[in-house]
């Protein structure tokens, strides 16, 4: 949904959630928090019990989360019987950086997989195309097989795009761009050495000024990885960490290859004995970027900042 400004957000919004009520249907709205305020406001005591809503600053700061909220609520919805369910998710906004921006159009790509077998799910993702830059609404054409850029329902049409709708069926594919070699503190590992990619992580992380609880985060969930590339990945791999923009960003690359564009996304149920890692280190760091191809093997980077993590 394009559209321009605070006031063509909630009308438009707005009529679509009360749309929903109206049939009975509940929905889920995951946006800023200043939005939310204002569709309250908007929408007023109508949408007790139906309409939930959640701060998209805080579920979406790691995009890879987001999936799994979409997931829970379906699934809630579904136990209690409901045919039909809306949402309204903004993952995009100005000032997200470039690493976030690429993995939110992740995001986008991989909600229409995640959610193919889901009948009667109405997800609407706004854009705001008076303040994004128009190459970010671009790329949101080739990730959404809809758009609208008018009040009404029948504003919706097939994307001009269609015919290179973006419906992730293989891994991760693209290079991440590469830091400055010089900034880079390289280890490889193996199962006997993994304590010592531990360690570094420690020291850097330290040396960085994260705060106890967000390098403990940070040590797990390297730990989880380089475990994955022991058991997955050939036995071994390569861990990198540096200092961006006051960040900790560590890496971990190994031979393996990811089948399962979704395995970082889906929550683990109660066999332990499953995969859980890469679930796992999206609860724990603040950015996620996960890239795997047959030719290069797999990469894993990590990003925690400074500060607490918005969880």
């Known amino acids: 949904m394009l559209y321009e400004g605070q006031g063509q957000f909630l009308e438009r919004v707005a009529a679509f959630v009360i749309d929903g009520l109206t049939a009975g249907e509940a929905a889920l709205v995951m946006v800023s928090a200043e939005k939310i305020d204002a569709l309250r406001d908007r929408i007023g005591a109508t949408g007790d019990g139906l309409v939930e809503y959640r701060d998209m600053g805080v579920v979406g700061a790691n995009p890879a989360r987001i999936i799994p909220a979409w997931d829970e609520f379906a699934l809630a919805q579904e136990r209690r019987g409901a045919v039909r369910i809306r949402g309204v998710g903004e993952p995009i906004w100005p000032g997200r950086v470039a690493a976030q921006l690429e993995e939110c159009h992740w995001h986008e790509a991989l909600i229409n997989t995640a959610f193919a077998h889901v009948r009667g799910f109405w997800l609407v993702c706004p854009y705001d195309v008076a303040a994004l830059d128009p190459d970010v609404v671009l790329e949101a054409r080739y990730t959404h097989p809809l758009v609208s850029d008018g009040a ?8 001009a795009l269609a015919a290179e709708f973006v419906a992730p069926t293989t891994p991760l594919s693209s290079s991440l761009p590469q830091p400055d070699s010089a900034a880079v503190i390289e280890i490889a590992f193996d199962a006997g050495t993994v304590g010592e990619v531990r360690a570094l992580v420690a020291a850097e992380g330290a040396g960085a000024g994260l705060l ?9 969930a390297v730990s989880e990885v380089a475990t994955n590339s022991i058991d997955h990945g050939g036995g071994g791999g390569v861990a990198r960490i540096w200092i961006d923009d006051g960040d900790v960003v560590c890496e ?12 970082d996304r889906r929550q683990p149920g109660d066999d332990l004995s499953g995969p859980r890692g890469l679930w796992t280190v999206n609860q724990l760091c603040d950015l996620v970027q996960v890239r795997s191809s047959r030719e290069s093997g797999s990469v894993v980077r990590l990003r925690v900042h400074a500060g607490r993590r918005l969880a």
């Not at 009404?152 to 994307?159: D, F, G, M, T």
């Open 152 to 159: 009404a329902p029948e504003s919706l049409r097939v994307n």
């Open 212 to 220: 106890r609880s967000r390098l403990e985060d940070l040590i797990l």
């Open 252 to 263: 971990v690359a190994d031979r393996g290859v990811i089948n399962d564009p979704l395995v």
